[in-house]
């Protein structure tokens, strides 16, 4: 027996050591069964259809008469509500003789209260699908809404992710959702994710799985044209961060345990030849497009690329998923003090784009050393010359990097500047503790003093 695990072990090592690319990927007929590898040998990509162009809210009605549609829920939030992509789709509803109801008291950064607000309205209805009008926070309350009603004996924590809730798979079949965004930066209208404040805790958490994803992602560059200069900024940084740690998440093979049946393996699975492929275009896009599409609001060329970016960036975070800078900065926006930014109303609130990217410059000179070729490809694509770098100062290099973006867009001068102190920091970390979905996919793993030094350097950053 010991010599038949000895040969096992031996063709294991030898699959994971021998070359993964595509050319080389099939080695014969060697198959060892009854063993469960102790890192994961495989990836997949799952996303929503996605639709891309100009006015193309038309169709919904159409796509929603297609799927036999009959009443349908819409949700919105208050801002939404009176714009023109939301005329464009109620338009689109009548014309097409569907029936609905709209609900348009969506929170902007939601929290359990107002997801249970929102499950509330969608429990009495009588809906048979649900479409999605608006940012990332319209877009993941939906998704809670749609998945509570498909199972209205569900409690609460069921689906929230562990360690705050039970993080219990999904096996009812929710209703068709479609997903309209409006901002460009959460790549919410392609992932099985649902994010929010949990009160309780002063943290975000939230709900992952695969069938939360929505059968359809329209994208609408026509919508990105109302959106306001600081809401671009702060979703453009999103899919910065997007992009940047799903291509330096840990790789998928380096991700343990194995799952003894896939359907159990993982939303984030780890950075893979696919994800990157998205990770390098938005990045590219972003060198290109981020200050235009800021600055020059009726650029529509810029506002359409920043508006596809952050669909690739979705897909690729849906698969490889996200680490350190949205584990951090889960307690960065729960624990919002005062800050009350321009373009967000009146209520103290830290966007989710500026909560990953102030520890960013930190977080990658942290993170270099895991794989200094993959940090300076980065830095290279968002414009740095990187010839004849040394490999020991990618994180440097990296960390300059996204400063000279964070500086052309004006971003606030670090934590400080949103209201926290040095003697925040303890309470930061144990909020980002529980966050071990996202932490467990940084490419190195975090003591609890690495966290606090990441956010001590993040209190001032210029």
Request: hydrophobic share 40%; aromatic share 8%; charged share 20%.
């Given at each position: 027996?010991?010599?038949?695990?000895?040969?096992?072990d031996?063709?294991?090592?030898?699959?994971?050591?021998?070359?993964?690319?595509?050319a080389?990927s099939?080695?014969?007929?060697?198959?060892?069964s009854?063993?469960?590898p102790?890192?994961?040998?495989?990836?997949?990509?799952?996303?929503s259809?996605?639709?891309?162009?100009?006015?193309v809210?038309k169709e919904?009605?159409m796509?929603?008469v297609?799927?036999?549609?009959k009443n349908v829920c819409?949700?919105?939030?208050?801002?939404?509500?009176?714009?023109?992509?939301?005329?464009?789709?109620?338009?689109s509803?009548?014309?097409?003789?569907?029936?609905?109801?709209?609900?348009?008291?969506?929170?902007v950064?939601p929290?359990?209260?107002s997801?249970?607000d929102?499950i509330?309205?969608?429990?009495?209805?009588?809906?048979?699908?649900?479409?999605?009008?608006?940012?990332?926070?319209v877009m993941d309350?939906?998704?809670?809404a749609?998945?509570?009603?498909?199972?209205?004996?569900?409690?609460?924590l069921?689906?929230?992710?562990?360690?705050?809730?039970?993080?219990?798979?999904?096996?009812?079949?929710?209703?068709?959702?479609?997903a309209?965004?409006t901002?460009?930066?959460t790549?919410?209208?392609?992932?099985?994710?649902?994010?929010?404040?949990y009160?309780?805790?002063?943290?975000k958490?939230?709900?992952?799985?695969?069938?939360?994803?929505?059968v359809?992602a329209m994208?609408d560059?026509l919508h990105?044209?109302?959106?306001?200069?600081?809401?671009?900024?702060y979703?453009?940084?999103?899919?910065?961060?997007?992009?940047l740690e799903?291509?330096?998440?840990?790789?998928y093979?380096?991700?343990?345990?194995?799952?003894?049946?896939?359907?159990?393996r993982?939303v984030y699975q780890?950075?893979?030849?696919?994800?990157?492929?998205?990770?390098?275009?938005c990045?590219?896009?972003l060198r290109?497009?981020?200050?235009?599409?800021?600055y020059?609001?009726?650029?529509v060329?810029?506002?359409?690329?920043?508006h596809?970016?952050?669909t690739?960036?979705?897909?690729?975070?849906?698969n490889?998923g996200?680490?350190v800078?949205?584990g951090?900065?889960?307690?960065?926006?729960?624990?919002?003090?005062?800050?009350?930014?321009k373009?967000?109303?009146?209520?103290?609130i830290?966007?989710?784009g500026?909560?990953?990217?102030?520890t960013?410059?930190?977080?990658?000179?942290?993170?270099?050393?895991?794989?200094p070729?993959?940090?300076?490809?980065a830095?290279?694509?968002?414009?740095?010359?990187?010839?004849?770098?040394?490999?020991?100062?990618a994180?440097?290099?990296?960390?300059?990097?996204i400063l000279?973006y964070?500086?052309?867009?004006?971003?606030?001068?670090?934590?400080?500047?949103?209201g926290?102190?040095r003697d925040?920091?303890?309470?930061?970390?144990?909020?980002?503790l529980p966050?071990?979905?996202?932490?467990?996919i940084?490419p190195?793993?975090?003591?609890?003093?690495?966290?606090?030094?990441?956010?001590e350097?993040?209190?001032?950053?210029?």
């Open positions: 027996m010991a010599g038949r695990k000895r040969v096992f031996l063709l294991r090592t030898i699959d994971i050591a021998s070359c993964q690319c595509p080389h099939h080695r014969g007929n060697i198959h060892v009854n063993v469960v102790a890192k994961d040998y495989a990836f997949e990509i799952k996303c259809t996605v639709r891309y162009g100009l006015g809210t919904v009605g796509d929603l297609n799927l036999g549609a819409v949700m919105t939030d208050p801002n939404v509500v009176s714009l023109s992509p939301m005329k464009a789709v109620l338009d509803l009548t014309k097409n003789g569907i029936n609905y109801k709209v609900y348009d008291r969506v929170r950064e929290t359990d209260s997801f249970k929102a509330k309205f969608a429990k009495e209805g009588s809906f048979d699908s649900f479409v999605a009008v608006g940012g990332g926070s309350t939906c998704k809670a749609n998945l509570y009603y498909s199972d209205p004996g569900a409690e609460f069921d689906y929230v992710n562990q360690p705050v809730g039970k993080g219990k798979k999904v096996q009812v079949e929710l209703k068709p959702m479609i309209i965004p901002t460009s930066g790549g919410s209208e392609t992932t099985g994710m649902s994010i929010f404040d009160e309780e805790i002063q943290a958490t939230g709900i992952a799985d695969t069938s939360l994803r929505p359809l994208i560059p990105t044209l109302t959106v306001p200069e600081r809401v671009a900024n979703s453009g940084f999103d899919i910065f961060c997007h992009a799903s291509f330096t998440a840990i790789p093979n380096e991700r343990g345990p194995a799952p003894p049946n896939p359907a159990l993982p780890g950075s893979n030849p696919i994800s990157d492929v998205w990770a390098r275009f990045l590219q896009s290109k497009y981020f200050a235009r599409s800021v020059n609001p009726d650029d060329e810029a506002r359409s690329s920043m596809l970016a952050a690739m960036a979705g897909v690729g975070i849906g490889a996200v680490h800078c949205h951090l900065a889960y307690p960065i926006a729960g624990n919002v003090k005062d800050f009350v930014p373009d967000y109303g009146k209520e103290p830290v966007p989710h500026l909560a990953v990217v102030l960013a410059p930190a977080v990658f000179r942290f993170t270099a050393s895991s794989d070729d993959k940090h300076l490809e830095a290279s694509l968002l414009g740095t010359n990187t010839t004849n770098v040394k490999q020991a100062d994180g440097k290099v990296l960390s300059d990097t000279k964070m500086d052309t867009m004006k971003i606030e001068n670090g934590l400080t500047a949103l926290y102190t925040d920091v303890p309470n930061l970390v144990q909020g980002a966050q071990k979905r996202l932490l467990s940084a190195l793993p975090q003591s609890e003093d690495d966290l606090s030094k990441l956010l350097d993040s209190l001032t950053i210029y």
